[in-house]
């Protein structure tokens, strides 16, 4: 039988409103060398799935029948079929040892030994094997990561290791290019005018993990690698190629463009030998095409200087193959890594969606959730546990900041450990595109390196990012795209681990949900109590429940007036493409009423109504950009409304506790807390009670 607190607010404006009136009354270095010629690799190679030209592809359009609201109908993609297995690749067989590398003299050993002693790895994944001895050979090749080539999905089975399988063979043949091994570790031979590889990742966050990783493969050698990223200081970054070399840069498309075709930067890759393109789908997603061709076209002519192109896509669509009839020889190899009939992540991670009352429950939703798989980790009798670990996505910079500023501002209420965010020890973090990038590199291995974490993330971080122990993928509202779910949920389970994926959504946007994402086995779960409380209404709630209301009220509380009307406003473009704006604008402006106690929801220039197609929907508030730096609760100079009205009313006897219909606050203008079990009377509360917060109603 559930314990129920009769005095339970159901609306968080009503609690936020007491709160704000509380607050106003209360006061090295070796050259390996190298010791294998390129041609000795040719009996090494053995490949299973290997289609050696493209014009040998066939196309084929693969409709998917479970997306039958998709407008992609027409697409195509190239079908590759595998070549069967012969008897010389039988009797050669496939490395799987890293050790096998060093013994066969393909690699330097001391880049084994940092691989298998100091990253304790000793078998490749299926992407290593099949891909680095080709690399070594310098053969151009494309590496699709994908279960299925489908017209509008082919979604890679993730943690598959990539980022080693390009970077072994990259720095192997860096090692045994003779010109480098002729430099000597002098200043004044440094500089960065003879790279010799290139990586192009799609995003900053991307480009820093692989440069991480390499670093770590070159320690007790000569190679310097440097990053060119958007988002950090040029003069720094080609300081520091000048003046350290640099012989493997890793960076995004627009500034390696820019140092590139700069004269004055000293950088040049005039005897460049490895180009890799790095998520090469997800590079054109983003609009980096043109960027790509003049990287491409800054580079030397491959006819005066031999080229290897490695090319790595998660999925294979027309774009993609257009790139590479531009960039890899005729005779590639195209390789997919992923055998037929194999089940892709997003199918084997269990998958959940909870539907809340309103956008005002998302959060309330989500921390109940969180303080039950946290204290489901943490139970001694569940010693097969893992900590808990999770990324909660949200589809804006501005609600990622509110929902993460929300979570680090939670205190418990009572007890000794009063005033203790609640998910003590696990931490809370973000990390989206308006963070400068070392304040993301910071937040990125902060959560790399926790134990128990939650990271609050845009999509910064859905794809190529990897991040150890995530046992959880929390997304709050529904996605862009079925491709943007899938990909977000790869951030779990990578390789042969495990995790689950839980989706929040508001009842406004369910039906959309069920469109974009149908055919993915999630299942509806209604075990969260906060995501169904009706905060609109008065209503007896159990004290856990009302326990978490009120510490997400007195979270957001604080949290500053201009950004929640950022989060509002992005809202509007987020949810745009729904049909239904009117139902979008009014879940909106109940999330400010009873998610935040604000009286009137931010007010949205005509200009910019007009902008985001919502001319005509009514419930908007239409005003200037200025009004909105107002204080929640007041209405300027000369007004009264706002959190005066309302009140706790001390003269009634104490035998109950209750929440009036009409609330408290900016919505509670006839009548308020009310101590007398009954609904509350129009009387107005009293300037010196309205000091009184819910903590005090839950007897704290």
């Not at 500089?191 to 990742?201: E, K, M, Q, T, Y």
């Not at 910064?460 to 977000?488: C, K, N, W």
Request: hydrophobic share 35%.
């Amino acid at each position: 039988m559930p314990i129920i607190c009769r005095h339970g607010p159901a609306s968080l404006g009503r609690l936020v409103t007491l709160l704000q009136s509380a607050s106003r009354n209360s006061s090295a270095t070796r050259l390996a060398s190298p010791f294998l010629r390129r041609e000795s690799l040719q009996s090494f190679i053995a490949f299973r799935h290997v289609h050696n030209t493209l014009r040998l592809s066939q196309q084929a359009q693969e409709p998917l029948q479970d997306l039958q609201d998709t407008t992609d109908d027409d697409a195509r993609v190239h079908e590759l079929p595998r070549q069967p297995e012969t008897s010389e690749t039988a009797h050669h067989g496939f490395v799987t040892k890293f050790r096998q590398l060093a013994d066969q003299r393909l690699v330097d050993g001391g880049i084994i030994r940092t691989i298998t002693e100091k990253l304790r790895f000793e078998t490749m994944t299926e992407v290593q094997s099949l891909t680095i001895m080709d690399s070594l050979a310098g053969t151009d090749m494309q590496v699709a990561l994908s279960v299925e080539l489908m017209s509008t999905l082919a979604q890679a089975k993730t943690g598959t290791g990539k980022t080693m399988a390009f970077l072994i063979p990259t720095i192997q043949n860096l090692l045994r290019d003779k010109g480098l091994e002729r430099r000597q570790p002098i200043r004044s031979q440094r500089g960065a005018s003879d790279i010799r590889a290139i990586v192009v990742s799609p995003t900053r966050e991307l480009a820093e993990q692989i440069a991480v990783e390499a670093r770590k493969l070159c320690g007790g050698t000569n190679i310097k690698v440097q990053t060119a990223v958007g988002g950090t200081g040029k003069r720094l970054a080609l300081k520091s190629m000048n003046t350290y070399g640099c012989h493997l840069l890793i960076g995004t498309p627009g500034r390696l463009q820019d140092i590139l075709s700069d004269p004055s930067s000293g950088v040049g890759a005039p005897n460049l030998h490895t180009l890799v393109l790095d998520e090469a789908d997800r590079l054109l997603d983003q609009g980096f095409a043109e960027a790509i061709s003049d990287i491409q076209r800054l580079l030397p002519d491959r006819r005066r200087v031999d080229r290897q192109t490695l090319l790595y896509s998660a999925t294979v669509p027309n774009e993609v193959m257009s790139m590479v009839d531009q960039t890899l020889k005729p005779r590639y190899k195209f390789i997919r890594t992923v055998k037929q009939g194999e089940t892709p992540t997003h199918e084997r991670v269990p998958q959940k969606a909870v539907v809340t009352s309103g956008i005002q429950n998302m959060l309330p939703a989500l921390l109940e959730l969180c303080k039950r798989e946290i204290a489901t980790a943490t139970d001694p009798s569940n010693a097969s546990a893992g900590p808990f670990k999770a990324i909660v996505y949200l589809s804006s910079t501005a609600n990622v900041s509110l929902a993460a500023s929300t979570f680090r501002n939670l205190q418990e209420l009572q007890g000794s450990n009063a005033g203790r965010n609640p998910l003590w020890p696990t931490k809370v973090i973000e990390i989206h595109a308006k963070l400068s990038q070392n304040a993301r590199t910071y937040a990125s291995e902060k959560f790399r390196n926790s134990k128990s974490a939650i990271l609050f993330s845009s999509d910064v971080t859905a794809r190529g990012m990897d991040f150890p122990g995530v046992t959880h993928i929390i997304q709050l509202g529904v996605p862009s795209s079925l491709e943007q779910y899938v990909h977000r949920i790869g951030r779990t389970a990578r390789g042969n681990g495990t995790g689950e994926s839980w989706i929040i959504l508001s009842d406004f946007e369910y039906e959309e949900a069920r469109r974009r994402l149908h055919g993915l086995p999630i299942h509806r779960d209604d075990s969260l109590v906060t995501a169904n409380v009706d905060m609109t209404n008065e209503l007896q709630l159990p004290v856990s429940v009302a326990e978490i209301l009120t510490q997400v009220s007195e979270a957001i509380l604080p949290i500053e007036r201009e950004k929640k009307v950022m989060a509002y406003l992005a809202n509007l473009g987020v949810y745009s493409a729904l049909r239904n704006k009117r139902a979008l604008v009014s879940a909106l402006n109940d999330w400010t009423r009873y998610g935040w106690g604000w009286e009137m929801p931010p007010s949205v220039s005509p200009g910019l109504i007009q902008k985001m197609g919502y001319g005509g929907v009514g419930g908007l508030n239409i005003g200037r950009k200025h009004s909105n730096l107002q204080e929640e609760g007041t209405a300027g100079p000369g007004k009264t409304n706002g959190p005066s009205r309302g009140g706790y009313m001390r003269d009634v006897p104490r035998s109950g506790r209750h929440f009036g219909n009409r609330g408290i606050g900016a919505f509670g203008n006839r009548g308020g807390l009310h101590r007398g079990g009954e609904l509350g009377s129009r009387r107005r509360g009293t300037q010196s009670s309205r000091g009184r917060s819910y903590r005090q109603e839950l007897n704290v």
